[in-house]
C-alpha cells in the first residue's frame, strides 16, 4: 500500500527521514500515527524508527535532545517541533512485566517490529507513503480485529500494560480482539497488578472517553482483568451494569471517574480514597466530588439554587452527562439556564467584605466568617439582595441575633 496524500504532520517531518536516508541508513514513520492515517482518524504524535544508532543521528541534526538515550530515542528539533526517533532494538527479558531489562541496537526493521504490541501497530511507512506491512497489520486494520504480534501469550508475560492497551483500543477504534489475544489476556489477567497503577490509570481513562466503552468493559471483565485494578475487586455487579449503559464515551477525566465512584456506590470519603489509590491530583478529587454531589440529585430531582452555586457552572454538565448515563432525563438545558441566572457565581462576587464588616464594628474572628459565609448562601438563594446596604443591614442582624 501506498498513502498518496499524506496529513500535513507528515509531509512537515519528510525532510527528517530524507535526511537520515540521504546519509545511507532507513527511517520510517511507525506507530499509532501510520496506523491513524490508514484509518482516516487525525494524528497527534509522529514517531520516526531508523537504522541508524543514536550517535549516529546526532551527528547528522545540529539540535537533538536526549529524552531516552538508554533505549535508543533521540528528540530531533526541527524548524521549533521535536521528532522522537527511535533506533531498531531488539528487547531482553522483562523481569518487571513492564520494561526490558536491557536493549541491543539492531539495523534491522523486521526485529524492531516484531516486538511491538499489536499487528495494527507494527506497521512502518517511508517518507514516500509507501506502507510497510510485515504481520498482516492491514488485513487486521481492515477486518477491524486486534491481535498481537507473533505469540500473545509472549507479548503480554513481556509487558502486563499490554493488555489493558488492546482493551483501550477495543474502545477507541471500535474493534474487536481475536480469541487467542483475548484467552492470553485471560492468561496474564494477574500481572497487571505489577503495573504502576498511573500507567493503568491512563489506558482505563482512554477506555472509558473511547467511542465505545462498552467493548472494552466487556472485555476487562471476561477476560478477569478488572480484579486487578485498584478497589475495583468487590464492583463487577456495577462494572457489568456500567458496560451495559456505555454506549458510547465519557467527556471527561472528571466525569469518568464520577462515574465511576456513584456506580460503585461510594460515599464521599470513599470516593476520596479510590481516587487517591489512583493517584489522581487533588483538582481532580475536588472536582469528582462536586460533580458527584450534583449528579446524584440529578438521578431523582432537580439542583436547588445552592446546590447549581456549589456545583459551578463548569462541572453542572459533567454532573447531568453522568446522571443521563445512569438513566436520569437529560436536563442540560435547564440546568445552564438557571446557573446563568443564579445572583452570583463565585464568593468573590458578594458586594460586602470581611474589612467592610470590621469597619461596622465586627470583630476578626471566626463570627467574621460565619457571617459572609451565610450572607454567600443568602444571596445565592435570594433571601438577601447582593447589594451592599442590604448586605451590612442583613450582617448587622444577624450578629446582633446572636
Known sequence: MQLKQLPRDFELARPVLQTIEQAGYEAYFVGGSVRDTILGKSIHDVDIATSAYPDEIKHLFKRTVDTGIEHGTVMILDHGTGYETTTFRSESTYTDFRR?????????????????????????????????DLFDGLTDLKNHHIRAVGDPQERFHE??????????????????????????????????????????????????????????????????????????????????????????????????????????????????????????????????????????????????????????????????????????????TALTQAAEALPIHQKREVALTGKDLMQAGIQPGPQLGQLLATLERQVVTGQVANQPAALLTQALALANSK
Open 159 to 332: 509487558d502486563a500494560l499490554r493488555m489493558m492497551r488492546a482493551v483501550r483500543f477495543a474502545s477507541q477504534l471500535d474493534f474487536d480482539i481475536v480469541p487467542a489475544t483475548e484467552a492470553a489476556m485471560t492468561d496474564h489477567a494477574a500481572l497487571l497488578a505489577k503495573i504502576a497503577v498511573e500507567r493503568t490509570q491512563v489506558e482505563l481513562l482512554k477506555l472509558l472517553m473511547g467511542q465505545t466503552p462498552q467493548r472494552g468493559l466487556t472485555v476487562m471483565l471476561a477476560t478477569q482483568l478488572w480484579r486487578y485494578c485498584p478497589d475495583f475487586t468487590h464492583q463487577e455487579a456495577a462494572l457489568t451494569r456500567l458496560a451495559q449503559r456505555l454506549t458510547h464515551g465519557v467527556s471527561s477525566e472528571v466525569t469518568a471517574w464520577a462515574l465511576l465512584s456513584l456506580s460503585f456506590g461510594l460515599d464521599h470519603a470513599q470516593t476520596t480514597t479510590f481516587l487517591k489509590h489512583w493517584k489522581t491530583s487533588n483538582q481532580v478529587i475536588t472536582d469528582v466530588q462536586a460533580v458527584v454531589a450534583a449528579a446524584r440529585v440529578l438521578q431523582t430531582q432537580d439542583l436547588t439554587a445552592w446546590q447549581l452555586y456549589q456545583c459551578g457552572r463548569d462541572r453542572l454538565l459533567l454532573a447531568n452527562e453522568v446522571a443521563v448515563i445512569l438513566g436520569a432525563p437529560d436536563r442540560a
Open 100 to 132: 526490558p531489562d536491557h536493549v541491543t541496537f539492531v539495523r534491522s526493521l523486521a526485529e524492531d517490529l516484531k516486538r511491538r504490541d499489536f499487528t495494527i501497530n507494527a506497521l512502518a511507512m517511508r517518507e514516500n507513503g509507501e506502507v510497510i
